[in-house]
């Protein structure tokens, strides 16, 4: 089964601290996702990866970047976190190639980010 | 805009009643479909795809969603819900040579025993 691992759960940060949230996909995915969650908004994509040091933006990258150094590793920074980054951050893996490739994302279990 | 539009935002059924959750997207093209379930506490799972074929898909737990391409739809469909389909589900669509997911606001289903 596709495992993606989210290193933190539940954190807690104050305005204007840089924060890092970690993930980690171990099927070999070539492309992963950030998405925030928040009620009544669904989910909505903040940047993604297709492959190694490769990023694009998604619908709402501002306040934030992301960082893919190794394939299974795609981390989201937050330079310096605002009240209305509060959400729940949910990362996310697919295939790019091959029969598989439909698009199906994996997510993980997410990180709930305070931020006061 | 181009977008995943789900119109139920809150549904309240009663155990045994028949669920349909509506989905239309506004992309024009070939797309691929997908609805997922997210239970209270865990992650999204995937409860069933389209990207070609039969129209009628079949997905777990005795969930099925038809792709009619006229109307942009994708709706869910459950013929008789249990207290364990309480969830939120959501829409989500990738059209073709794009690599993410746009979802839907998502429906929170509440199935009272």
């Known amino acids: 089964d596709v495992k993606v691992t989210q290193s933190s759960r539940y954190l807690v940060k104050r305005t204007g601290e840089k924060v890092f949230l970690e993930c980690v996909q171990d099927?070999?995915?070539?492309?992963m996702f950030w998405y925030r969650q928040d009620p009544g908004l669904g989910l909505r994509l903040i940047y993604f990866s297709y492959d190694v040091k490769m990023k694009e933006k998604g619908d709402i990258p501002e306040g934030y970047s992301v960082s893919r150094e190794k394939k299974e590793r795609f981390s989201l920074i937050l330079e310096s976190a605002s009240t209305n980054q509060t959400s729940m951050y949910l990362c996310?893996?697919?295939?790019?190639?091959?029969?598989?490739?439909?698009?199906?994302?994996?997510f993980g279990e997410g990180s709930r980010l305070t931020v006061l | 805009a181009q977008s995943v539009s789900q119109h139920n935002h809150h549904v309240i059924l009663s155990e045994a009643a028949s669920l349909e959750l509506g989905c239309n997207y506004s992309?024009?093209?070939?797309?691929?479909l997908f609805w997922y379930v997210q239970y209270p506490g865990q992650h999204l799972q995937l409860l069933l795809k389209y990207f070609s074929g039969d129209p009628l898909v079949k997905g777990i737990k005795g969930f099925e969603a038809e792709f009619i391409k006229s109307k942009f739809s994708f709706n869910l469909r459950k013929p008789s819900v249990q207290w364990s389909d309480t969830a939120e589900y959501f829409c989500a669509v990738k059209p073709t040579g794009r690599r993410a997911l746009t979802f839907g606001s998502g429906t929170r289903l509440q199935v009272q025993p």
């Open positions: 996310a893996s697919s295939l790019s190639r091959g029969q598989g490739a439909t698009g199906e994302l994996f």
């Open positions: 099927m070999d995915h070539e492309n």
């Open positions: 992309y024009g093209g070939t797309v691929n």
